[in-house]
Nanobody, 121 residues
Framework: VFLSESGGGLVQAGGSLRISCGTSGGAFAWYDMGWFRQAPGKEREFVAGITTSGTGTWYADTVKGRFTISRDNDKKMVTLQMNNLKSEDTAVYYC???????????????WGQGTQVTVSE
């Protein structure tokens, strides 16, 4: 599965941004998917996950109520709508597969290039 993230940018605190992850080369609809992020000097962390059907979602406590993950299996894409952004959301965002509902670690050993999200005060 090839992963490609896009849609990042610079936004003011309190603003919104929508990022996307396109995939190819694999049976996308078979994979539960997740978003992860890595801030400067920090380890990569889980942000949000979604089941193959899209009916099950789960979130890190730090983004719950502000971020929404969704997917389009026909387009082989997963998106992350981010609202009420905070400076601490600044990071490079990545998508990856996860191995089941509630799982917060990636199941693929490779990553896409990521997309930079920068939130200014």
């Amino acid at each position: 599965v090839f992963l490609s993230e896009s849609g990042g940018g610079l936004v003011q605190a309190g603003g919104s941004l929508r990022i996307s992850c396109g995939t190819s080369g694999g049976a996308f609809a078979w994979y539960d998917m997740g978003w992860f992020r890595q801030a400067p000097g920090k380890e990569r962390e889980f942000v949000a996950g979604i089941t193959t059907s899209g009916t099950g979602t789960w979130y890190a406590d730090t983004v719950k109520g502000r971020f929404t993950i969704s997917r389009d299996n026909d387009k082989k894409m997963v998106t992350l709508q981010m609202n009420n952004l905070k400076s601490e959301d600044t990071a490079v965002y990545y998508c990856n597969a996860v191995s089941g509902w509630g799982v917060t670690s990636p199941s693929l050993t490779w990553w896409g290039q990521g997309t930079q999200v920068t939130v200014s005060e």
